[in-house]
């Protein structure tokens, strides 16, 4: 049976008022963000729409019919005008002049910026001709569960038949690309009255001489199979549970445990980062009695393998018994295992002309009771491939409800795989940037330093956690960085760093948003002034508590993750030129900076063995944005120097042998130098950034 989500109907929200406003470019793209909102429509990335539009050719002034179509790579459900690819209908029509048979299909997509309308630079994709070639104005290409559940069937073509008759067609596999457009034409012209066709093992072509047809019949055709399945699939799901469901709490618990372990395992040539699932979906599926059988046929939509791979892996695992210490002891083995199939399949498979091998490491891994987790060489690209494969296991649902589920083909999967369009396209994506895939927590992660820290380290493709005690401040942090890199790359912790407990739970939340740590930047400050005799104990226990104590926790816990990991790991300490020179009036802050210092320096020794880092950064006197520089430790300053606070800066900036302001970004950039592979043979060491202090030399 289906899911409360699957068997919701999906609503038509075309707004006709609306749409009357829009050009025909326009309404494609409403149509098409329309269609993408919504996942029981199509996946992150997956489908196609297109509309063909006369306009003036900027040539001679004529009028011409051009294809606008999804480009390369683009989104349906967030892509903008600038996203299609426009090409002249006539040189598309032309092409089939050239077109030398099916051995030969990739070459035609050589020719299709050829065809290109206007000077677009948007890349056409391998699914133009499929749109082209349909007669129809406007055409969508999506991929919905209900729908790939009846061409993932072993009897497709009779459940076409039977849920829609005439009006929706059916077509054998058939990979995408030039030979598929033709197959199209051609079905069009032998069946006028259809509205649409099913694509076994791939998804739904629908059609329409309006947009607004086009769309409602893409919705009708999706909601006649909901309500179908809605039905006949009455058996339990995946035939019934036979292990139980762990509770919320202890799923996320052996999720935490986890992680890290297999990161560590399958980051040897690119670091991973990774995402947790534990819906409802999920657990239906990894709790149920078909879950190895169905796992090991693989998906069967294109869009779904390109994401999830040949196949996952499934974690051994009993929630009856949940000893996680022997399933982790025995993820070197199983993974191995994975590994060796994978090779096994690539060497069964491969062409003369096939690409190397790729990463032979599994992308899910599913564990029984408790979820679902993903790898992938960034958090977005993560969860992007779990949702894929929960449109998979949706569609084994369906399937195999009503039905015996059917798999890609091997070949066929390794094909597309390792298809030489497919290489091309990787190997034209941009190089990884110098964080790319890892995971670093910033503490004091709201304020000046540390947002300037977490910002520089995003840059670099890094994902980040930010942690402070400042709530109000976190917040803002957290959202001004998602709304400049995505919601993907960075989440917030509460963290009171001199809180044993709240330090563990903040790495726990850190290991189930990502699934590990690289780097940890301990950077959790506060100043004070006091002459010794009006120091209070308080207030020296408050200085060693944060700045010795507090760096001391958030390091064990680091240390803990990167031994989990074995893959070694990278600290920065945030300290101050006070932990080398001396300063009047702060023997507290003094103190515990040098504590702070020393702690670096014992750590580095410890941490060698394993390549886990650990590196100092002194600033002095960053007062731009600077929580520690507002209210009475500045007046403290500037009464020790017998100044106006105004003058502090100034005073600062003249003291330092460069004459130079020292502003939170220019810590980052420290910070930044050694979090990075550009300091990997440095540890122990101390970069001064304070425009200059002899006193703190370090020599």
């Known amino acids: 049976m289906l899911d409360k989500q699957q068997g919701a109907r999906l609503a038509n929200l075309w707004d006709e008022a609306k749409a009357a406003e829009m050009s025909e470019s326009e309404r494609l793209l409403y149509r098409s963000n329309l269609l993408g909102s919504d996942k029981r429509i199509t996946n992150y990335g997956g489908g196609n729409t297109s509309a063909k539009v006369m306009e003036k050719d900027p040539l001679d002034g004529g009028t011409v019919e051009v294809l606008w179509v999804k480009g390369s790579g683009g989104d349906v459900g967030t892509i903008k005008l600038d996203g299609f690819a426009t090409l002249y209908m006539d040189k598309l029509n032309a092409l089939k002049t050239i077109y030398r048979g099916v051995d030969f299909e990739d070459e035609m997509v050589a020719y299709l910026p050829h065809c290109t309308f206007n000077l677009n630079p948007r890349a056409a994709s391998i699914d133009t001709p499929l749109h082209a070639y349909v007669p129809k104005k406007h055409v969508d290409h999506m991929h919905p569960d209900a729908i790939i559940a009846i061409a993932a069937a072993k009897n497709s073509r009779e459940l076409t038949a039977k849920i829609f008759g005439d009006d929706i067609g059916w077509l054998p596999w058939k990979r995408p690309g030039y030979e598929l457009g033709l197959w199209l034409e051609k079905f069009c012209l032998e069946n006028p009255a259809a509205r649409g066709v099913v694509l076994e093992s791939h998804g739904l072509f629908t059609w329409g001489d309006t947009a607004k047809e086009a769309y409602?019949?893409?919705?009708?055709?999706?909601?006649?199979?909901?309500?179908?399945?809605?039905?006949?699939?009455?058996?339990?799901?995946?035939?019934?549970?036979?292990?139980?469901?762990?509770?919320?709490?202890a799923r996320a618990d052996v999720a935490r445990k986890l992680m890290p372990v297999i990161r560590g395992l399958i980051s040897a040539d690119e670091r991973k980062v990774g995402h947790f699932d534990d819906s409802q979906a999920v657990l239906d599926f990894v709790t149920s009695k078909d879950l190895s059988p169905l796992a090991a046929l693989g998906t069967s939509c294109p869009d779904h393998f390109l994401r999830t791979k040949i196949r996952p892996l499934v974690i051994d695992f009993d929630p009856a018994n949940p000893d996680v210490d022997r399933t982790l002891s025995a993820l070197l083995e199983a993974i191995a295992a994975y590994r060796a199939d994978y090779a096994a399949y690539y060497e069964r498979c491969k062409h003369a002309d096939s690409p190397a091998m790729r990463?032979?490491?599994?992308?899910?891994?599913?564990?029984?009771?408790?979820?679902?987790?993903?790898?992938?060489?960034?958090?977005?690209?993560?969860?992007?491939?779990?949702e894929f494969y929960v449109n998979?296991?949706?569609?084994?649902?369906?399937?195999?409800?009503?039905?015996?589920?059917?798999?890609?083909?091997?070949?066929?999967?390794?094909?597309?795989e390792y298809w030489l369009l497919e290489e091309a396209k990787l190997q034209r994506m941009p190089k990884p940037k110098s964080l790319a895939g890892r995971i670093a927590l910033v503490t004091g992660g709201a304020g000046g330093i540390g947002k300037a820290t977490a910002n520089r380290l995003m840059q670099e493709g890094a994902c980040v956690v930010l942690a402070d005690i400042d709530e109000t401040a976190l917040a803002a942090a957290e959202a001004e960085l998602s709304a400049r890199y995505g919601k993907d790359f960075v989440r917030s912790v509460g963290m009171n760093v001199t809180s044993e407990t709240a330090v563990e739970g903040g790495f726990a939340d850190t290991l189930l948003a990502f699934g590990g740590l690289d780097i940890l930047v301990s950077n959790a400050g506060l100043a004070s002034s006091a002459v010794?005799?009006?120091t209070t104990l308080?207030?020296?226990?408050?200085?060693?508590e944060i700045l010795t104590t507090g760096y001391f926790l958030v390091s064990r816990e680091?240390?803990?993750?990167?031994?989990?990991?074995?893959?070694?790991g990278n600290v920065v300490f945030v300290a101050s030129k006070n932990g080398l020179a001396a300063s009047p009036?702060?023997?507290?802050?003094?103190?515990?900076?040098?504590?702070?210092?020393h702690l670096a320096r014992?750590?580095?020794?410890?941490?060698?063995?394993?390549?886990?880092?650990?590196?100092?950064?002194?600033?002095d006197a960053v007062l731009r944005g600077s929580k520690i520089w507002t209210g009475e430790w500045k007046e403290q300053r500037a009464a020790a120097y017998k100044m106006d606070v105004d003058e502090l800066e100034a005073h600062y900036r003249e003291r330092s042998m460069l004459k130079l302001s020292v502003f939170p970004e220019d810590i980052a950039e420290a910070i930044y130098f050694l979090a990075s592979d550009m300091s990997a043979k440095s540890t122990g060491n101390i970069i001064n950034v304070d425009a200059g202090n002899a006193q703190s030399f370090t020599r």
């Open 216 to 249: 409602e019949t893409t919705i009708e055709s999706i909601n006649k199979a909901i309500a179908w399945f809605e039905v006949e699939n009455t058996k339990p799901a995946f035939g019934g549970a036979v292990t139980a469901t762990l509770d919320a709490t």
């Open 359 to 386: 990463d032979p490491n599994a992308v899910v891994y599913l564990v029984p009771g408790v979820g679902m987790i993903t790898f992938a060489k960034d958090k977005a690209t993560a969860r992007i491939s779990g």
């Open 392 to 416: 998979a296991i949706n569609v084994m649902r369906g399937a195999s409800g009503v039905s015996t589920y059917v798999g890609l083909p091997e070949q066929e999967a390794f094909d597309i």
């Open 532 to 534: 010794i005799e009006d």
């Open 538 to 544: 308080a207030l020296w226990n408050k200085n060693i």
């Open 558 to 568: 680091a240390f803990r993750i990167f031994r989990q990991q074995k893959a070694g």
């Open 585 to 597: 009036g702060a023997s507290a802050y003094c103190t515990a900076k040098a504590a702070e210092i």
């Open 602 to 619: 014992c750590l580095a020794l410890e941490g060698a063995s394993a390549q886990i880092r650990v590196n100092v950064v002194n600033p």
